[in-house]
């Protein structure tokens, strides 16, 4: 009796440090986590919910011409899968779920925070075994606390990334580096091949900057080739490499589908100088994780030693199995640089000389790219340094500083005035119910119809054009809850 009353609650303990150790529930946890650091970080995406930008376009595409054709043809260049992914869950959670389709902006917002909580989190769950588990959550916290110009001048500027679908594409440039590091060190079946590619193909439909980076994943087949004298037969009919020519496949039909949802007018491309390029590709985008305390004190020079310094620093103390993965990094964010310079050369403009960051958007995810490769720089040095036990604590305890700095710079706690830029007066609820009242229902292409399908509806004051909702889900909407409408009516009433 006696032994099993020691039995029972050893295992109990045994059992709650299993599952606290276990990969998936500390990925949940990370996940959670920080999406309540994003939520508090920018919260007005939630407390004055507004469809945002494209987010208004688009839900009109998802609701009036539906998942797909929207995710392949809203733009003329390139598909927008991922963006449009989260549009449409947040349409279905506010529709189906909720039962109030004027709930999406808020539903937006939450899919919103939890991708990017996702997003921090993807090293804790994939990079376990590559990167000890400090370093693992030192990405993470480093993730959660990077400035996003939320309280900087323009105010605009931090104002546009959290809680909004319309340039969360961006970062599946950071989802795609993550998965093709994990596909190189960790995929040996064909199964865990296929489900890393079928991410890699939502990456590379989202963002075309990610494409190139697919070949990085051929590294391993040619190292297995070239090196350990594999022949080149068995070398193409490894599993892994053949969900890879179907990855390479998909990508080229994926984003070679054309749009035809109107013209596309090419804009005359602006030239860069020398000093402006300098700041995009290095100031901005390669070095700005270690100076972004001193942005403002940089200047062309002194970034260019601060360029150089980074990688002689990572070229001479890099482990030599961790080489191709800084190279890789580097190269990501120089070649995000270059594209930019290409075809965003205001940019250059925006940033004014190191007087600000604006626009943030465009940066962040070469930012946490090269955030995760100087975290797994510093787990090398302190890989290098395991005989000094005080020394191989100092690389962590660094990034750790960094992302103290970080939180501090751009507190949690603190609500931005760039959150209350724009206020929901309830004015889309109130012209939807004189839309009801009115008839103005047309059809998917926006002509009259007294028997249509969908509402157009234009809120009065708003810049943006007209937004189509499925007239069944509006009038679902009213009849669920009419004392919304009613409180909504009478505040407009009021101003």
Not at 243 to 270: K, M, Y
């Amino acid at each position: 009796m006696s032994d099993t009353n020691v039995m029972y609650p050893t295992r109990f303990r045994d059992a709650i440090v299993q599952v606290l150790r276990s990969p998936v529930f500390q990925f949940v946890f990370a996940t959670a986590a920080a999406t309540i650091i994003f939520f508090a970080r920018a919260p007005s995406a939630y407390m004055t919910p507004v469809l945002f930008a494209e987010d208004w376009d688009w839900t009109t595409m998802v609701v009036t011409r539906g998942f797909w054709d929207t995710a392949l043809h809203a733009r003329q260049d390139y598909c927008i899968v991922g963006n449009i992914a989260l549009v449409w869950l947040a349409i279905q959670l506010a529709d189906v779920v909720w039962g109030d389709i004027f709930c999406a902006p808020q539903c937006l917002a939450v899919i919103s925070y939890a991708f990017f909580g996702v997003v921090a989190s993807l090293p804790v769950l994939l990079l376990r075994r590559q990167l000890r588990p400090a370093y693992c959550w030192a990405a993470w916290l480093l993730a959660c606390s990077m400035p996003l110009g939320i309280h900087s001048l323009p105010a605009w500027s931090g104002f546009e990334i959290l809680g909004r679908g319309v340039n969360v594409g961006y970062a599946f440039l950071v989802v795609a580096f993550v998965l093709v590091w994990y596909r190189n060190t960790e995929v040996q079946s064909w199964r865990s091949a296929a489900l890393v590619d079928a991410g890699l193909l939502v990456c590379c439909a989202t963002n075309p900057i990610c494409i190139p980076l697919l070949s990085a994943t051929v590294w391993p087949s040619l190292w297995r080739w070239l090196r350990h004298g594999a022949s080149l037969g068995e070398t193409v009919r490894n599993t892994t490499f053949i969900s890879l020519c179907v990855l390479v496949i998909g990508c080229v039909a994926i984003n070679g589908v054309p749009s035809a949802t109107r013209p596309h007018h090419a804009e005359q491309p602006v030239s860069v100088s020398f000093d402006g390029f300098v700041e995009m590709a290095f100031a901005r985008g390669l070095v700005y994780p270690l100076v972004w305390p001193w942005y403002r004190q940089l200047s062309t020079g002194i970034t260019l030693l601060a360029t150089a310094g980074l990688c002689v620093v990572l070229a001479v103390w890099t482990l030599p199995r961790q080489r191709p993965l800084i190279a890789a990094g580097v190269g990501a964010v120089l070649l995000v640089s270059v594209v930019l310079a290409m075809c965003r050369g205001e940019l250059a403009t925006c940033l004014g000389g190191y007087r600000n960051t604006f626009p943030d958007r465009y940066f962040y995810a070469q930012n946490l790219v090269m955030t995760l490769t100087l975290v797994a720089w510093a787990s090398g040095i302190a890989e290098r340094a395991v005989r000094l036990r005080w020394l191989s604590w100092l690389p962590l305890g660094g990034l750790v500083v960094i992302a103290v700095i970080s939180i501090h710079f751009e507190p949690p706690w603190r609500i931005s005035d760039s959150q209350f830029l724009m206020l929901d007066d309830g004015g889309l609820r109130v012209a939807a119910r004189r839309c009801l009242r009115e008839k103005v229902f047309v059809d998917g292409h926006g002509t009259r119809d007294p028997d249509g399908p969908f509402v157009e509806i234009l809120v009065p004051g708003f810049r943006a054009g007209p937004i189509r909702l499925r007239r069944q889900s509006v009038e679902r909407a009213m009849l669920a809850h009419p004392r919304h409408s009613l409180l909504a009516t009478i505040r407009n009433h009021a101003h």
